[in-house]
Nanobody
């Protein structure tokens, strides 16, 4: 069974950094587009960034521009979200997601385009 799992969340002071990781079981993540989403309390799930199966990355959230970077390490079969200069408004549960179709070159912002989701990892930015 295909599963994703996120790690790396936690409590961090404003201005700090975190690196989230997304790993898969049941399939080779390196063949799939992976997107990161965030859900803040009381808000809808928001697309943050994506890296395609071909390695092209795309940012979706203007609030994260210049601060968050998505990347993948195919040797480790892992996708990362490097977050820096964190702000309290970055607080939320962060999810990674992948479509069930491999080798897609495009990144989609619509969460409905993704079939496999991790349980999420909590990121709290607070002093």
């Amino acid at each position: 069974q295909e599963r994703l799992v996120e790690s790396g969340g936690g409590l961090v002071n404003p201005g700090g950094s975190l690196r989230l990781s997304c790993e898969a079981s049941g399939f080779n993540l390196k063949f799939y587009t992976v997107a990161w989403f965030r859900q803040a309390p009381g808000k809808e799930r928001e697309a943050i960034a994506c890296v395609s199966a071909t390695g092209d990355s795309r940012g979706f959230a203007m609030s994260a521009e210049g601060r968050f970077t998505v990347s993948r390490d195919n040797a480790k079969d892992t996708v990362f979200l490097q977050m820096s200069t964190l702000k309290p408004e970055d607080t939320g549960v962060y999810f990674c997601a992948a479509p069930s179709v491999p080798l897609l070159s495009a990144c989609e912002e619509d969460p409905g385009r993704y079939d496999w989701w991790g349980p999420g990892t909590q990121v709290t930015v607070s002093s």
